[in-house]
Every structure is written in structure tokens, then in C-alpha cells.
């Protein structure tokens, strides 16, 4: 007779390739009524199979209670059962026991060798081309990424490698834009389809020539009276290997030694310089500004103010002008448009070879060194940058425009210029990465600032900026840059600019609302934006009204805002493409409130834009980006606004 089948059957994993099976033999029978004939066991067969194999695999036989299962495959359900047996054959067979053996262990990535065969060419004062040699696939693993990195030689701290570019291959060389009079140190790191990073390469040192800086042309002095002379120029011819800013007009009076000095505001060529002595003789002079400093200055002018307060020199084109206005305070040095100048004081566009270059330029043509903070985002996304520019407004700093693993060479002579006390970045590592960040170290103390998303990035903003009861707060969708831009130029740092999914508030927005509780709330744009449940729920965090201010398109909402928020003769209105985001963002910081930023299509202003720009009578009109932003016969058309 058979034995019965064996009870308590288990099986546990020992490692990757082994196994314990142990069970207990079978029940007798004897305590049955009646008694349960049964044989008694003299072996037991262990047999065990893969999950999803119906072919089972025999272990040795054994007269123990358990056996040790040996060969077996890393990371693998099995299902084991056992039989027992006596000199009459077989009995049934147990209920199978499931177990999984532990998975085999990951390979270290494979490291790359370090890249070799490092070398500079072409070197000018401002570009330079790096080349290495290509590496070959490690282990089947392949080389995705070639990140150049360089720095000054003569850096003190050490901590000074940036990111210069990236180079995909199979390429193997990259373009450097560079600034002149320079010594470079420049390596080159692979980096592998795993992301494993190859050790760096050995240093290259190159020098760059100083760039030979130029003087203004054409210096002249158009009219004078009592206590004020006004000049005029034409532009200082761009330089290779540094970036040219404003200009910086010097003057002293007959017997003087020392040279006081007024700087230019944005791309003009003209400035009247104020508070002279009546009947006094002067010298002026002009120069150039550039990264590298003011260069050579033009032909200097000697002249005599006059005793009795008239104009002694006619204005061109005839009649007798009145004295020229007095100039605020001195402005900042600013890199001028790539565009031809409409004519002086009344519109001027501010606009650089790309998003990055032209954030450079309106920060140079608004802000003087030693701002409190500046702003810094991504380039290449809007949403962490929409709160930043309200921010900058309040704190009186720009919006600057970094790629996610670069720092433009433009967006580093005006980190240079601006000397921040503190630099706040604007979203996670994936906007900004740890290495911008890292290399943002050397133009001032830095910090970021970011949430899980843009709703919680601008709730986040708002907290480490604005204090609660606020005069007014902006609430807009967080799918579309146009509305919230448009009412960071219209909060003018009174306020932030807080983002909302169209349907719901999200909580970390709610939550900083409740904190703030402002004396009342604007919503930007059309229900389709921000729909009436929401504007609802907003009414619950303010003692005052909830108002919305939107159009049929972004171009009515943005001159529907300025409508809402501006009086006529506004000393400035910006305009920008209403296409993409990096120009009105860096536009709204600058306006600080001074004025709105209205958008417009790249060849054509809608009729709401113009009939906003005829009420408002603005006293200039800055054009932000070039002419593949907008066009220039649209510029042209704009200064019939101008007051």
C-alpha cells in the first residue's frame, strides 16, 4: 500500500541559484474510525518547475524531511512539490509550494576612458573651436554626450568649471564663444547612455587677444543754454570678444582735474547733461561701455554755457528749442539694438541675436550694478519663469534667461555688469541644472526657488517675495504664458501673479492666498482660462472683489489689462510677440510697473493693441526682439503712437 500524501510542504529561497524544501511525512491514518489502512514511507521525491512550465524537474531522491535544490535561475518564481514512496510505488503528491529566488545583482556601469586628444583651434578674441578624439562604445554601452567645460585660469577658488556646450556624437568639436584678453582652461567630459560620467580629460590652456575696443562717431554737441547741453552720436561699432553696453559721456570745467561722468540709458545716441554752472567754460568727451570697460574716447568738445538761460545753438530743422529736460538718476550702460534706430526718444527696440541675448539687453538698459537680486530661468520653458517677473519688479532686478546645462557668454557679462547681491533661480533641476546653479556662484549668492509644478513654483515665489496684505494679487491659467505676463507688467511688483488649472484651484496656490490675504484679487483672461468656479472660490481669500480682466484672444487681454491699470501718458509701453514667451517676460520685469506690455502678431498690431496704444499716448515705445519677432515695417508704424 501507497503512502499518503506529506503535510506542511515549504520552500524558501537561498540566494540567486538555490533553494530549501522542507515538509513533514505523512499521517499515519491510525486515529481514523474506522482505522485508515496506509504504507509506511520509505523515501521521498522532490520535483519542482519554472511558473508557466508544465514539465516538472526530478531532484535526487532522499530519506530526509527536507533537500537543498541547487542550479537554479537568478530572479525565478518556481513551484516545488514531494511524493513519497515505499516498495509499493508512489503516493499522491503534495500541494506545491511557491518560491522566488533572489535576482542576480546589476553590473557596474561601464566608465568610459577619459577623452583624449584634446586640442583649440581658430582662436580669435571672441570664438575659439575645441575638437577631441571620439570614443568608442564601452562594453556595447555607447557615448551619447561630450560636455565641454572651461573656466579663467586665473579663478582663485577653484570651484570654476562651467558648462561650456554639449556635443552629441559623432560629434566631436564645439564652437566657443569666449570674451578677449582672457586665459582659458578648457576639458572635455564623456558621458555614457547609462549617464555614467567619464573621468575628466587633461586641461588645455589657450589665450584669447584682447578685443581692440572702439570709439563713438560723429560726437557733437547739438544745443546748449544756461545749465544744460545736449550730444549726440552715432553708435561704437560692435567688437569681437566682448559685449558693448552704453555709453559714458564725461565732462568737467575749465580748470579741473577730475572727470564727472553720466552714463546712456538703453541703445539712444543722446543725452543732455543738466545742472551745469551758467557762463562756465567745458570740456565733454564720449566713450564706449564694454565688458572689458569704457573704450577710447571720441573727439572732445569745448563750449560755454550761456550767462542769461537762452539756447546760443539752433535745434536742427529750425525754431528755438526749450532746454533740454534733466536726466534722472544715471542710468546703466545697455548693449544696443541689432536694428536700425528709429529715431531718438521716440521708439527703440531692444532686441539680440536670440531670447538669451535680448534678456541681456533690456536688463542693461534698465538696471544699474548692484541690484538687490536678479532673476534667473530657463530659456526654453515658461512654466517656472511666469512668477519670476512680478518678483523682479518688487525687488527692483531683471529676468535673466539661462539655457538648462549652459550660461549664454551675453547672460554672463551681464551677471559681470550687474554685480547682484543675490542671484534666485527659478524652478527644479530640470530647468536649471545643479551645475548652472553651481557656476551662478561666481556673480553672487544664490539661491532656488521651485515646487513640485508651476502652480506650486509661483506660490513659492510669492511667499519668499510678497508680504501678506498685499494691495492686489493676479490669478491666471497655468497653460499659457500670454495672460500671466500680461499682468506681471500691470502688477508692477505690488503684487504676485499666481497660477490656477482652469477648473481648480490648486492647493498650494489657495494655501499662499490665504496668507496673503489681498485687498483684492484680478483674474486674467476669459472663462475658457479660468472658469467661473474657480473665480468663485477665489472670492474667499480676500476682504475686497475679485474682478477678471480678459479679452477674445491674449492680444485684447493684454490691452485690456493696461486699459484697467494705466492712465494716458505713460512714460513707456513695451511691446512684444505674442508668438512666444522669452521677450514679454523679461519686458514685464523691466516695466516695473512704469508701464504695460502689449502684444502683437510679428507683422501686424490688433486693432484692440492700437486703439490701447492711441488712449495711453505713451512717452516712447521699447520693441522687445528682432525682426523675426517683429517686423520692422511694424516698428515703423508703431511711432505714430508715440506722444
Do not use: C
Not at 150 to 165: K, M, Q, S, T, V
Not at 259 to 268: C, D, F, N, V
Amino acid at each position: 500500500m501507497t503512502p499518503l500524501p506529506v503535510s506542511a510542504v515549504g520552500a524558501y529561497a537561498l540566494g540567486q541559484t538555490e533553494a530549501l524544501v522542507m515538509w513533514l511525512p505523512p499521517y499515519s491514518g491510525w486515529a481514523d474510525f474506522p482505522p485508515r489502512p496506509t504504507g509506511v514511507p520509505t523515501g521521498y521525491r522532490l520535483e519542482y518547475r519554472e511558473f508557466g512550465s508544465e514539465d516538472w524537474v526530478v531532484s535526487p531522491d532522499t530519506t530526509a524531511w527536507e533537500s537543498r535544490l541547487t542550479g537554479l535561475r537568478p530572479g525565478t518564481s518556481y513551484e516545488a512539490r514531494v511524493t513519497a514512496y515505499n516498495e509499493d510505488g508512489l503516493g499522491e503528491a503534495s500541494y506545491g509550494a511557491w518560491f522566488s529566488t533572489e535576482p542576480a545583482a546589476e553590473p557596474e556601469p561601464a566608465t568610459p576612458e577619459p577623452v583624449t586628444g584634446v586640442r583649440i583651434r581658430d582662436v580669435t578674441a571672441g570664438h575659439a573651436t575645441a575638437s577631441w578624439d571620439s570614443l568608442k562604445a564601452i562594453n556595447g554601452v555607447p557615448v551619447v554626450e561630450y560636455r565641454v567645460q572651461l573656466r579663467e585660469r586665473d579663478n582663485p577658488d577653484g570651484e570654476w568649471w562651467y558648462l561650456a556646450g554639449v556635443a552629441t556624437p559623432p560629434q566631436t568639436s564645439l564652437e566657443l564663444d569666449l570674451l578677449g584678453g582672457r586665459d582659458y582652461q578648457l576639458r572635455v567630459v564623456a558621458v555614457t547612455s547609462e549617464w555614467v560620467q567619464s573621468t575628466p580629460s587633461e586641461v588645455v590652456e589657450f589665450h584669447t587677444p584682447a578685443p581692440a575696443l572702439t570709439a563713438p562717431r560723429d560726437f557733437t554737441l547739438l544745443m546748449k543754454n544756461d545749465t544744460a547741453a545736449l550730444f549726440a552720436w552715432n553708435e561704437a561699432p560692435e567688437v569681437e570678444g566682448t559685449y558693448r553696453g552704453g555709453y559714458q559721456l564725461e565732462y568737467r570745467p575749465e580748470g579741473v582735474a577730475e572727470w564727472s561722468i553720466r552714463y546712456t540709458a538703453t541703445s539712444e545716441t543722446s543725452y543732455a547733461i543738466a545742472g551745469l554752472q551758467p557762463g562756465v567754460r567745458y570740456t565733454a568727451r564720449l566713450r564706449a561701455v564694454f565688458t572689458h570697460g569704457p573704450g577710447p574716447a571720441a573727439s572732445e568738445i569745448t563750449f560755454t554755457t550761456a550767462g542769461s538761460g537762452d539756447v546760443v545753438m539752433p535745434v536742427p530743422g529750425g525754431g528755438t528749442p526749450p532746454a533740454p529736460p534733466a536726466p534722472g538718476p544715471a542710468p546703466t550702460p545697455a548693449p544696443p539694438s541689432t536694428s536700425p534706430a528709429p529715431s531718438a526718444g521716440d521708439i527703440t527696440r531692444a532686441g539680440g541675436i536670440d531670447r538669451y541675448d535680448t534678456a541681456a539687453r533690456v536688463s542693461a538698459a534698465t538696471f544699474k550694478p548692484g541690484v538687490k537680486v536678479a532673476y534667473v530661468t530657463t530659456g526654453t520653458g515658461y512654466a517656472d519663469a511666469l512668477a519670476g517677473a512680478p518678483a523682479a519688479a518688487f525687488d527692483g532686478g531683471p529676468v535673466l534667461l539661462v539655457r538648462p546645462s549652459t550660461i549664454p557668454s551675453s547672460i554672463m557679462a551681464e551677471l559681470a555688469r550687474l554685480k547682484p547681491e543675490r542671484i534666485v533661480v527659478l524652478g527644479g533641476e530640470h530647468a536649471v541644472s545643479a551645475e548652472v546653479l553651481e557656476a551662478l556662484g561666481a556673480y553672487g549668492r544664490v539661491s532656488r526657488q521651485g515646487g513640485a509644478d508651476r502652480y506650486e513654483t509661483s506660490a513659492v515665489v510669492s511667499s519668499q517675495t510678497f508680504a501678506p496684505g498685499v494691495p492686489v494679487a493676479y490669478v491666471a491659467t497655468g497653460n499659457d504664458y500670454a495672460d500671466a505676463l500680461s499682468g506681471a507688467a500691470a502688477a508692477g511688483g505690488a503684487g504676485p501673479v499666481l497660477l490656477t488649472r482652469g477648473h481648480a484651484l490648486p492647493s498650494a496656490v489657495a494655501d499662499e492666498l490665504e496668507r496673503l490675504r489681498p485687498a483684492r484679487i484680478v483674474v486674467l483672461g476669459g472663462e475658457a482660462a479660468v472658469s467661473r468656479e474657480v473665480v468663485d472660490a477665489l472670492g474667499r481669500y480676500t476682504r475686497g472683489e475679485v474682478t477678471r480682466q480678459g479679452g477674445a484672444d491674449r492680444y485684447a487681454t493684454s490691452a485690456k489689462i493696461s486699459a484697467a491699470t494705466f492712465t494716458p501718458r505713460v512714460p513707456v509701453a513695451y511691446v512684444a510677440t505674442g508668438t512666444t514667451y522669452a521677450d514679454a517676460l523679461t519686458a514685464a520685469a523691466a516695466a516695473g510697473g512704469r508701464g504695460p506690455v502689449l502684444l502683437v502678431r510679428p507683422g501686424e498690431a490688433p486693432a484692440s493693441v492700437l486703439s490701447e496704444l492711441k488712449r495711453l499716448q505713451p512717452g516712447r515705445i521699447v520693441v522687445l526682439g528682432g525682426e523675426v519677432a517683429i517686423s520692422e515695417a511694424l516698428v515703423n508704424a508703431l511711432g505714430a503712437f508715440v506722444r
